[in-house]
């Protein structure tokens, strides 16, 4: 799938494209034009498993799940790791009733225009949790640190997407019934500006309950 020339992200507005991705939560392929005439999606576009903020993302996904469906709202996480690892990993952390997809390419998030920016503007943000960091870190030890404390094991699968020379922006859209973009929720990486943070629950529900008529 060709990169897209996307100068940013994409806005309330405009139109969703259409990206095709390995299913991970079951056989065959997703394409985003199945959902057109149907029903709305909320398509969160995350860096891989490796990344322990994105595997919260997608929990807090699963966990919203349920009121979206409950006004119609269909919801897709897609990751940034090989098929086959990432449905060892739902394997054992299952998300009842949310699709799921792989895209270690990226095709998805460049499609959407969440831009990839140089590890050494990454590393340069510290990153202060207290309570569950022992003091500011770096992105990749911050990585290093959760990951060993939640217990996840990194593979060989992860590491292949850990050795980019970029790092990837993620965010969050929600598409009406004609493709159109009603809301969105894009990383911005810059220190406390929602860096790693995850959208406005509330916010969320009160856009899904508008595109719901």
Not at 131 to 154: C, Q, R, T, W
Request: aromatic share 6%; net charge negative.
């Amino acid at each position: 799938m060709p990169m897209s020339s996307v100068d940013g992200p994409l806005q309330p507005g405009d139109r969703a494209p259409n990206v095709v991705l390995d299913a991970i939560s079951g056989d065959g392929k997703i394409a985003l034009e199945d959902f057109r005439g149907r029903n709305p999606l909320l398509i969160g576009l995350f860096r891989g498993l490796h990344c322990p903020f994105c595997r919260r993302h997608v929990a807090a996904m699963a966990q919203l799940n349920p009121a979206l469906r409950e006004k119609g709202v269909q919801t897709l996480a897609v990751v940034n790791t090989p098929v086959e690892r990432a449905r060892l990993y739902f394997r054992y952390h299952p998300i009842p009733e949310v699709l799921a997809a792989s895209d270690p390419v990226r095709a998805s998030h460049h499609a959407f225009g969440l831009r990839e920016v140089g590890m050494d503007t990454v590393m340069a943000i510290r990153i202060d949790l207290p309570g569950e960091l022992p003091e500011p870190m770096d992105v990749m030890a911050m990585d290093e640190f959760i990951n060993k404390s939640e217990g996840y094991e990194i593979t060989a699968a992860d590491q292949q997407m850990m050795t980019s020379d970029q790092g990837q922006l993620v965010g969050q859209f929600l598409i009406d019934r004609e493709g159109i973009i009603r809301w969105s929720f894009t990383e911005v990486l810059k220190g406390g500006l929602q860096t790693f943070s995850a959208p406005n629950p509330e916010e969320l529900m009160s856009a899904a309950s508008q595109v719901a008529h």
